[in-house]
């Protein structure tokens, strides 16, 4: 014991410890990205906000955060701007629009896939420059799979050992997983643009129930439990960029605000979402459910001023493997959701590789900014709609 306790303090002392600390030094922060969104055959894309403030050492007064914010910069970038042809450059000029925010003056511009795009912004004495490879175009497929599904003879008990103390039988059972129909997603004026983000009413006029897939989320069985549960579909993804990209999975539903009656039991009591003793309407398409299951994966749940439960929407995974499992998790409404697969720059990418959990408040992300922090990233979108029935 004493060797072993030797040698450990012999290799503490032996070793150079690495320090990180660097001095801080002040510059501009700017953050903003590029979209390009597949729109049917076509695309439509956008210069997301630009958000441009100076860094803040911790140790500085934030009763006045706001006057961080820089109103009267001049921010450009330069990339294929041309509705015609991608060989043509130009430079954009933007506008300040709020605090600390800039604009294009018009959307008389496309952005082109694989390109390159540079932005510049200067205050007085501060410059600060970063570019972006905009993603190429992506492509997804739904493939067909098998699943071994193992739950407990009464669906509601997880865990083996769980269902064989209770008096139920565990058994397995080889299921399929089908493919479902991802090309569902209608032109959208090009007037709407990303006005749907905020608006999803906006999109009714575009979707087809006809041809829309639709799945029944379950709550109990191996549908649920964990990130292995069994998938209610896999997508394949491929793209011309072999560099390493991340992937992202929106799920946008569409029919969260729908009010209701609260479900019945098959008991004939009713499920009491808003926990207020009276069978009454509450936020339906919630997906909802008070066992441990739910509150280690999915909850706590969020509440309204009538103590009706929600959760996050959108709601955005990364992901990093091709197939992809699209399981429980995914979503947290029922009804219409719209799916958005992104795929976003190597900037991206790198970012997120420097602190992604943001467990050390000292260490900054890999940043492309140069001269200063933040970041400038550009993704390529495409989406599709799927019908997410309620299935107990």
């Known amino acids: 014991m004493k060797k072993i306790l030797y040698i450990l303090i012999l290799f503490l002392f032996s070793c150079n410890l690495p320090d990180n600390t660097e001095e801080y030094n002040e510059g501009l922060v700017v953050f903003g990205s590029i979209e390009i969104f597949e729109n049917g055959a076509e695309t439509i894309s956008s210069i997301d906000t630009i958000h441009v403030s100076m860094s803040s050492s911790f140790n500085n007064d934030f009763s006045n955060a706001d006057s961080l914010y820089i109103n009267d910069a001049i921010v450009k970038i330069h990339g294929y701007f041309s509705l015609e042809n991608d060989t043509d450059t130009s ?28 932005i510049n912004v200067q205050y007085n004495s501060f410059e600060v420059n970063a570019s972006t490879t905009t993603p190429s175009a992506i492509s997804i497929s739904s493939i067909e799979d098998t699943y071994n599904c193992a739950q407990c003879s009464d669906p509601a ?25 991802i090309n569902n997603y209608n032109i959208i004026n090009s007037e709407i643009g990303f006005d749907w983000l905020f608006e999803p009413d906006l999109l009714n006029p575009y979707i087809d129930d006809e041809i829309i897939s639709s799945i029944e989320l379950s709550r109990f069985g191996c549908k649920v439990g964990s990130f292995a549960s069994m998938p209610y579909f896999n997508l394949e993804f491929e793209t011309e960029n072999e560099s390493p990209s991340t992937k992202r999975i929106l799920t946008y539903a569409l029919e969260a605000d729908k009010m209701g009656l609260e479900p019945l039991n098959q008991n004939g009591t009713f499920f009491d979402y808003n926990e207020n003793g009276l069978h009454d309407e509450t936020l339906i398409n919630t997906f909802y459910d008070t066992t441990f299951v739910f509150d280690i994966w999915i909850g706590p749940y969020l509440r309204d001023e009538n103590y009706n439960p929600y959760l996050e929407n959108p709601h955005i995974w990364t992901v990093e493997t091709s197939p992809s499992p699209i399981m429980w998790l995914y979503f947290k409404y029922y009804g219409k959701n719209l799916m958005v697969i992104e795929l976003g720059d190597d900037a991206y990418y790198n970012y997120l590789s420097g602190d992604p959990l943001a467990q050390n408040m000292y260490l900054l992300p890999d940043s492309n900014i140069e001269g200063g922090y933040g970041l400038f990233t550009s993704r390529y979108s495409k989406p599709f709609f799927i019908n997410v029935n309620k299935a107990d």
């Open 91 to 118: 430079t954009i000029m933007l506008s300040q629009v709020g605090l600390g925010k800039y604009l294009p003056k018009d959307n008389d511009y496309k952005i082109w896939p694989n390109k390159d795009y540079a």
């Open 157 to 181: 008990i997880f865990g083996e050992t769980s269902c064989e103390n209770q008096g139920g039988t565990w058994s397995s059972e080889q299921q399929n997983i089908n493919a479902i129909n």
